[in-house]
T-cell receptor
Framework: KQEVTQIPAALSVPEGENLVLNCSFT??????LQWFRQDPGKGLTSLLL?????REQTSGRLNASLDKSSGRSTLYIAASQPGDSATYLC?????????????????FGAGTILRVKS | DARVTQTPRHKVTEMGQEVTMRCQPI?????VFWYRQTMMQGLELLAY????????DSGMPKDRFSAEMPDATLATLKIQPSEPRDSAVYFC?????????????FGPGTRLTVL
């Protein structure tokens, strides 16, 4: 059974710092890995998606890396801002055994609560 | 701006009552997911549908929960009878498989409180 762990559970940093969030998963047979952001009382928004054949993806100040063989991913946030304060969730897409199940079923970590202080 | 919509946004009910949550997926998406989020368990997949057919509902308590897609524009999650331990935020998400992005788009959630 796939399990996803995120470290740290919570993080508080001053504005402007670069930071790293960690995600690990137990089964390397994944289709892809995604990082989501969740603001209080809201749904999830996809930030970055890394296919299993890729090593990293970048979007603005965000960079996510994937090491499938070791079961790890990191989300790097450069020059953090108070607006980055949110919960960040990592999710892996479990490979299905049939075409109907191909990709797309996600297993989530518990998330990292980030607070960026101004 | 296409979005997943969910109703109601908040629901407070008493133990034993029936609860129905509704979701309108993004037009054209062929996959719909129901998740439950609690502080203790995090995000759990309850059920998902592809082309309106249930593919996996193993995460759902069968005795009291049921999920359906009466048509391509509506998914429902029903709890009968509801219990205090069902209190959580229920999210619906939709996606398109296969696709280049292969991501899921989440609705704002229904916050359910069972007294």
């Amino acid at each position: 059974k796939q399990e996803v762990t995120q470290i740290p559970a919570a993080l508080s940093v001053p504005e402007g710092e670069n930071l790293v969030l960690n995600c690990s998963f137990t089964d390397s047979a994944i289709y892809n890995l995604q990082w989501f952001r969740q603001d209080p009382g809201k749904g999830l928004t996809s930030l970055l998606l890394i296919q299993s054949s890729q090593r990293e993806q970048t979007s603005g100040r965000l960079n996510a890396s994937l090491d499938k063989s070791s079961g790890r991913s990191t989300l790097y946030i450069a020059a953090s801002q108070p607006g980055d304060s949110a919960t960040y969730l990592c999710a892996v897409s479990v490979s299905g055994v049939t075409l109907m199940e191909y990709g797309n079923k996600l297993v989530f970590g518990a998330g990292t609560i980030l607070r960026v202080k101004s | 701006d296409a979005r997943v919509t969910q109703t109601p946004r908040h629901k407070v009910t008493e133990m034993g009552q029936e609860v129905t949550m509704r979701c309108q997926p993004i037009l054209g998406h062929n996959t719909v997911f129901w998740y439950r989020q609690t502080m203790m368990q995090g995000l759990e997949l309850l059920a998902y549908f592809r082309n309106r057919a249930p593919l996996d509902d193993s995460g759902m308590p069968k005795d009291r929960f049921s999920a359906e897609m009466p048509d391509a524009t509506l998914a429902t999650l029903k709890i009968q009878p509801s219990e205090p331990r069902d209190s959580a935020v229920y999210f619906c998400a939709s996606g398109l498989v296969p696709s280049a992005t292969d991501t899921q788009y989440f609705g704002p959630g229904t916050r359910l409180t069972v007294l």
